[in-house]
């Protein structure tokens, strides 16, 4: 194949356009960051700004590559109102808006018992508006004149499609992800989509993500030097993508994937849809994978708490940034399992991970000292002025988050977990996880690798395109590319970690007092 391909990978924080070609090599890339536009007190995607950004990019990649495909990835739990003028008729609120307790119970009470939404959509209730249901729910509520003129919602993915080729469409990995609206059970769009009212604004049926959802527009072939018989591809959610290269290497392998980013997603495929009757109610869900196959999954906000957590140690210790931490080395790690009084606590969006009702705080001495507090300087427990401990904590407490979530998830003794992302570079975090699942904790639940995969996601959406101009479905690409699982050595010495993880979790239980 001698045309290359174009990929638009939009993250929370980064904006990315990367080039491959037909062997999956990344040739060029390039990343922006946008501010959110504020509407109303809102923070809202800047959909015009970005998309301005996104077709310059694809012009000057178009001066050294001739660009065949383009695929879509985006991070999950955003839709957009389409108007009849093809333009987003109402704001593309964040989904880390939080309206408020009182709006939480009026959605289920209108749409749903959690339980009985989580058994048949796959769904859990998360906060905020991470489930995209109750985005579209706020909208219709807080803008209902500009809600009224929608005549499509699309998936963040298909968003961008439909702008690029003007055709709408919905594929599988979006539309099951922590949406509430596809009901597993009856494989459609589910009641609360109904009642919502939007069941037949969305497009029906689903398809996979390699199909091609139409041509580059002529205006935009014409503006960007993008040939016109360019295709543009279905696309698919981020995490989905990054799981794709690891399914067409192994598919039948028990593993999980550990993506790493802003969120820690741990997925897990499985052959059967379902949950046990004590799952219900917990931070577990479905995804369905880009062969629309179930996905067991767990996440937490990892990378925001290890940004959050390594500027506070920081700005305590007195040093410019993060960049100046000094790495922990195992001493520090040993010394404060020993000690076993010295912890980092989740979470900052509350109802986002594992632990829905801890607050984010650092623990010394039996006290508890908020997190708000830390980051203005006016209570600061005393380990977290040594900065080699508090960042060993810190790793600890991510290694622990993400036990409970590989136990979520389903994983067993013997399976593999696969850590990519940006916490693949964090040697203590990872050393301390595997120590955990080589059972130096006593905890059990398989081995732990790092793989090589730097921009998993964007390469996961290339496999996509690629497929689509060859015709193929992307496991067939598998022998296209080679991943190095490279095994993590567990930290030594680590003693009674289970006693750590105990009382980490006795902490994590309950809500923190203020020291």
Known sequence: MDKAIAVIDIGMTNKKVAVYDGSLRMLDSASRKFDPVMVE??????????????????????????IGAIAVTTHGATMVCVGADGLPCAPSVYYTHEPGLEFQGRFYRAFGDRRELQASTGTPPLSALINPSK????????????FART?????????????????????????????????????????VAEKLGIADLMPFPLRDSWDVLGRIKPELAARTGIGADAVVTMGIHDSNASLLPHLAKG???????????????????????????????????????????????????GGMEYEAWTKAIALACGLSGPGDLPEPAEADYRSVVEARDEFIMPEFVPGSGQFPGSEPRA???????????????????????APRRALAALNLSLALQTLVALERAGAGPATEVYTEGG???????????????????????????????SEATAFGAAMTAVAALEGLKPDALGDRFDIEYKPVSPMRGLGDLEGYRA????????????A
């Open 151 to 191: 005549r499509r919602v699309l998936n963040y993915p298909q968003y961008w499609g439909f702008r690029l080729s003007g055709e709408t469409g919905a594929e599988g990995t979006y539309t099951g992800c922590h949406s509430y609206l596809w009901d597993w059970e009856r494989g459609r769009y589910s009641t």
């Open 363 to 385: 623990v010394q001495g039996g006290a508890d000292y908020p997190y708000a507090g830390i980051e203005s300087g006016a209570s600061l427990p005393p380990f977290l002025k």
């Open 503 to 514: 009382a980490w979790l006795a902490r994590a239980a309950k809500k923190g007092d203020k």
């Open 423 to 453: 916490f693949r570079r964090n040697q203590g975090y990872n050393a301390a996880l595997a120590a955990a699942l080589s059972g130096s904790g006593g905890h059990s639940s398989g081995r732990a690798f790092v793989t090589d995969i």
């Open 41 to 66: 007190g809102l923070e809202v995607h800047d959909l015009e700004g970005m998309e301005e950004w996104f077709l310059d990019t694809l012009a000057f990649f178009a001066r050294s590559h001739r």
């Open 135 to 146: 985005g579209i729910f706020f909208l219709q509520e807080r803008f209902p004149e500009a």
């Open 251 to 301: 598919r039948g392998k028990d593993f999980v994937l550990n993506s790493t980013g802003t969120w820690c997603v741990l997925m897990h495929p499985q052959a059967l849809y379902g949950f046990a009757r004590d799952e219900l109610g917990k931070i577990v869900f479905f995804n369905r994978s880009a062969y629309n196959e179930p996905v067991k999954t767990a996440i937490f906000l």
